[in-house]
């Protein structure tokens, strides 16, 4: 039997560094001839392989696939789709077999976060539930840093040392205007559930910066909070908030979710951040400005961090190795050593114990009042954002690279998902 | 007679370059010593001046004044106060005399917009109207590139070099996930009358984004603007829409003044970019993101364009050695000499063609639709965000200089502004 070609997709949100993944995985395949055929990219992540909508990076040339380790956001598209399980959805996974059969393919590397890892671990059970032989490796990818077993997330730096940066140019800023002008100011951060890129506000507090950071995993009490602004504007005579997005009321209501109607009685969708802004001037008084970052964070890769670039590529590379070694159902991981200086090596976990579970902040990484970080957290956090990986610039801008993504030729019959 | 100390101060909104400003004034002033005394900072502005506040910025060593051209933000804390005339508050024009007098004070630096070039050119015309010899000169700067006789001002070279990089790294996110998720990301940026921010965001259309600008200087057409984003969206399968804080309806009214009112019915202050994302989701159905950068955008000193802050310093330098060579009521310029190869040089104008003259984009600059660039803006701003001018990173964050601030001894008596 010829040697297996292999099928590579992104899946969720995208990061700074996904593709650095991809160029990992693509770059170490191409090392590998001898075991690996091509690296067909589902366009759109697994709906390209269900739709049989295959990229084939065989068509980029080195340096295209060199320049995704300095490209952010996904090159091969990425999609927001989750496969059921076998008994539900059966249809779904003799297509994604017809489909890997069609085209040769035995290895498939799925760079996600939590669902995602889901679905790679399914693709993972084919073997066994339905004899085809397939070996799945997932590709950890969270900007929300929220899987479990591995150190860090790669994407997860990246924002964090975005929003560190971001946070102590603004506050540097509200500190230069705080005297007429502007004494608060407010960014609200991802993390819908877990507070990690909140936490990475908290890495200006070291640089004299007062920051009060609303965290999803402590509930939120508006008189406790206005008070602690209020004492950290006497104290310094301005102050920084970061909030998250997932930043809710003990009732589990969103601050985001104030029930805001525009002039036509339409629900409002806005910000945690204009809430907790306009909350601050009401009970004191004083005059905010507010930012939410939003995709500008995750998206960032002009700022994003060595560390995590590094490691974001060494776990694509890694993923190819474990594959061509015979692992299935395994997820490459950070496991590290120490945090100053900062060793880490790459390990692994089983699948079925990363897919579907989410790691929160530990309590002991929020200080006891609940609006700032601990040492443990500041120690956890600072190798992350390390070393600074520019992309390179031609008149003013980035020089991101666009792929041609040339598709495989059919062979099957449509699909409907 | 003794040579005379120096007054500088920093004035209005502050941006990512202002203290490269505040820099090549007190550098150049320290190699002039022979002419000029001692630099003299206004802390927070004039306001410095009037309550005889003043920063003795000889007690900086030389590495923290060079530091201040990689810092962002006012290192000496800004304000927004604008002197009355004359005539309306005569009482604060003597309240400066005496504390210049007091002082030794014969040199008035003054960094900042169109208000702040007024309130320089009337202490300008101190020697005259009130017998006290000054010579004010205005240190250019805005984020909104809005004075007059400059080609460009200090600040907006380095926004919309952040605009155009956000812009285009939130494009490649949107244009990732648009498949299946987002399919439009809107982006709020600075500037209230003028759209010269904004139009920084055309330039990532160079790169094929497809990218709707909403500007102060057009009014808002909600049909048209909507099929444009529909347009583009058919066309591409997503669309990124940058819209200036400014953006306004014909009869005046803000995108962002939409008459929200939240649960207990009190107004809410939203941005622009929240309208104008539910305006097409409901319009058309299509997902979104929207950010707003706020002071993220002015501050970001870690993606500064490296013309501007070579221009900012240039700026600085050039008011001292104006001084020195016996000017008043001027403001160094950037005249452009041509625009590819880039070439300036620095020039000078009076203030009295400066203060209060505000410069809007040409009509000419946007295009027929409304929703673009011209190719003359982009060759007009293509080479204000050319190169990079990285500051100097430790453990992963930016070295912003603080300075000590040391107060100089009162001499007077207090003043109640």
Redo the contacts between chains.
Sequence with gaps: MAKKNAFYA?SG??T?VINASACGVIQTARKHKDKIGKVYAG???I?GALTEDLIDTSKETDAAIAALRS?????F?????KLKSLEANKREYERLIEVFKAHNIGYFFYNGGGDSADTCFKVSQLSESMGYPIQAIHVPKTVDNDLPITDCCPGFGSVA?YI???T???S???????????RV?V?EVMGRHAGWIAAAGG??AD??IPVVILFPEIEFDQKKFLAAVKKKVDASGYCTIVVSEGCHYPDGKFLAE??????FG?A????A??VV??MIK?AHGYKF????????Q??????A?KTDVKQAYELGKKAVELAIKGHNSVMPTVDRISDSPYKYKIGMAPLSKVANVEKFMPRDFISKDGYGITEKCRRYL?P?????D?PR?E????Q?V?LKNVAVAKKLKAFEI
Aim: proline letters at 3%; one cysteine or more.
């Design positions: 992104q949100g995208v700074a366009r759109n992540g709906i490209t952010p956001s996904g090159a598209g990425s999609c927001r789709f040392k560190a940066v971001s102590l140019e603004a540097f800023d509200v500190r230069s205007m705080a005297k007429t002008s502007t100011f960014i890495l200006v640089q004299g104030q029930g805001t109607r525009d002039a339409h409002q969708l806005g910000g951040a204009p802004a306009n009401l400005h507010w930012a939410v970052a939003d995709y500008l995750r998206s960032a890769r002009h700022i961090s600072a992350l954002i390390q070393g600074e520019y610039y008149d003013g801008l980035p991101y666009t």
